[in-house]
């Protein structure tokens, strides 16, 4: 019995020792497998990082600006940035639009704009054609304007996008609009009655009599013309006619002394009117220039910059006596029957 009760402490002992060891074990291999988890944890948290930085970088920085109230944080998001257009304003207009609109005087002026047989034709209504064409859009003449000014006051109000009206280049206008290189170079003229001019002359030659010319002088009302008699001939009573030909009509019966105008327009006379040819006499002056150009709205510097560059292509360049040439055909057709 002793030996018994001396065995069983022993073997309690053995299976306590036991039991405690078995749960050190366990205790370590659970310590063991969490530290493995918390480190293969963290090592594929920072694996991920890199997929989701820019996001986290973002949400770092969002929060740093609304705590700072930094300018970052009003700044606009890319999306938000407006559309950059095709094409400069000027231009872009004419093309969402789909044509090109062009300010013609009323009134018929050979070979410049008129209407031949039902269409409008001249060498300015050429030019605006090829200036739509090169645009690819439409052409569409307006004609509401009565006098030069008023082609010029309508572009000026941006009614048209240019004008091709054969408007003369003058400083007074240039305040208002933008003018082309000239398209066509001329000098000033005068169509003068013989007898008036025979008796202001007196025995002086024509060029002193021209100098110093005294009398009335028909121009037309609202041209350039105007401004030019008043620089050249301050001597000179100025008389405004709604038309050239009444003008013309006006220094044949000798109501006045002289028209004042550009050269082609006084060898136009001449070449149209045979019948009166001994009763006018023709007088250029050659220190004088009466520049034809596109005008174009002060603000519309692309389209100027596109106009003067399809003007510098033109191979053909204009002058007084290739315009005459030109429309030769159309004049004679023009001319009054003789009875």
Request: proline fraction near 5%; charge should be neutral.
């Amino acid at each position: 019995m002793p030996k018994t009760n001396d065995l069983e402490p022993s073997v309690g002992r053995g299976v306590g020792t036991s039991g405690a060891t078995a749960l050190q074990i366990k205790v370590l291999l659970l310590g063991l497998t969490l530290f493995l988890v918390l480190t293969l944890g963290f090592s594929g948290g920072a694996q991920a990082a890199p997929k989701g930085s820019a996001v986290a970088t973002s949400a770092i920085a969002a929060s740093r600006t609304a705590s700072t109230g930094s300018t970052a944080a009003r700044s606009p998001s890319p999306s938000s940035a407006p559309t950059i257009p095709a094409m400069p304003p000027d231009v872009q207009r004419i093309l969402e639009r789909g044509k090109l609109t062009v300010a013609v005087l009323g009134q018929d002026n050979a070979p410049f704009f008129m209407n031949a047989q039902g269409q409008l034709n001249g060498l300015d209504i050429q030019l605006a054609q090829a200036l739509a064409d090169q645009l690819g859009v439409s052409l569409d003449i307006t004609r509401s304007a009565q006098t030069f000014d008023q082609v010029v006051d309508a572009v000026y109000g941006q009614k048209a996008d240019l004008a091709i009206s054969k408007i003369s280049r003058t400083l007074k206008r240039a305040q208002r609009v933008r003018f082309s290189r000239p398209y066509l170079r001329m000098r000033q003229g005068l169509l003068v009655n013989r007898l008036q001019m025979a008796e202001q002359t007196q025995g002086r030659s024509i060029v002193e009599t021209i100098r110093d010319l005294k009398g009335q002088v028909g121009v037309i009302k609202g041209s350039s013309y105007v401004g030019f008699l008043k620089q050249k001939f301050p001597q000179a009573s100025i008389v405004e006619y709604p038309t050239w030909e009444e003008i013309v009509e006006a220094v044949v019966r000798g109501d006045i002394l002289a028209a004042y105008r550009d050269e082609l327009e006084i060898k136009k006379v001449v070449r149209t009117r045979p019948d009166v040819a001994l009763q006018l006499q023709t007088i250029a002056l050659t220190d004088t220039q009466d520049s034809l150009a596109v005008v174009l709205p002060w603000s519309s510097s692309h389209l100027l910059a596109f106009v003067d560059q399809y003007l510098d292509t033109l191979t053909a360049q204009y002058t007084v006596d290739t315009v005459l040439d030109e429309y030769a055909e159309y004049w004679a057709t023009q001319r009054p029957q003789q009875p």
